[in-house]
């Protein structure tokens, strides 16, 4: 089982609609969790982080923690072309260290 | 406005030929990390600096080294790169370590690494 496991994608929603992207974790003492956006041939951008149960709102972006079902998640609300990049989740662990998914690809078409 | 510049952008290095990357930051933060992400893959932690302590990853290959002669900058050596070297090198900084609230990492544009 992989520490951090996202859908690779595409994920594809129109333009407007709502993009839900999940990830689930598999270390239960795990604290942090992290948000990346990532375009193509560029470095990871952060979105969003979470520490605590339930939802966490900025802007059009929602995250979500359900740590008892070792589940993360991002809504991104009126989805844009602009949004369209891969979303990493990336999860602290015991050792402090971060351990990203691969990602999951998102489309938004007009 | 506070950063994390990586130099160069493109590398481009011949195979078993040494390379280093650099990487430098505004930011005044504890923490510099440097990943490895291939196409489509996760980027793996190669190691890190807290301060002036390092830590290397068990995995990473011992053809990859680390300095960082200051707080501001960090280079990755890459000692005889091979053509599975090749990757998207990242480097990233955090104001701390743990589970605190400052320890969110901020990335540098990367360095993409070429071998021929």
């Known amino acids: 089982q992989k520490e951090v496991e996202q859908n690779s994608g595409p994920l594809s929603v129109p333009e407007g609609a709502i993009a839900s992207l999940n990830c689930t974790y598999s270390d239960r003492g795990s604290q942090s969790f992290f948000w990346y956006r990532q375009y193509s041939g560029k470095s990871p951008e952060l979105i969003m982080f979470?520490?605590?149960?339930g939802d966490k709102e900025d802007g059009r972006f929602t995250a979500q923690l359900n740590k008892a079902s070792q589940y993360v998640s991002l809504l991104i609300r009126d989805s844009q072309p602009s949004d369209s990049a891969t979303y990493l989740c990336a999860v602290r662990a015991k050792t402090d260290k971060l351990i990203f998914g691969t990602g999951t690809r998102l489309q938004v078409f007009p | 406005d506070a950063m994390v510049i990586q130099n160069p952008r493109y590398q481009v290095t011949q195979f078993g030929k040494p390379v280093t990357l650099s990487c430098s930051q505004t930011l005044n933060h504890n923490v510099m990390y440097w990943y490895q992400q291939k196409s489509s893959q996760a980027p793996k932690l190669l190691f890190h600096y807290y301060d002036k302590d390092f830590n290397n990853e068990a995995d990473t290959p011992d053809n990859f080294q680390s300095r960082r002669p200051n707080t501001s900058f960090c280079f990755l050596d890459i000692r005889s790169p091979g053509l599975g070297d090749a990757a998207m090198y990242l480097c990233?900084?955090?104001?701390?370590?743990?589970?605190?609230?400052?320890?969110?990492?901020?990335f540098g544009p990367g360095t993409r690494l070429t071998v021929l």
């Open positions: 990233a900084t955090s104001r701390e370590l743990g589970r605190s609230s400052y320890n969110e990492q901020f």
């Open positions: 979470i520490y605590s149960n």
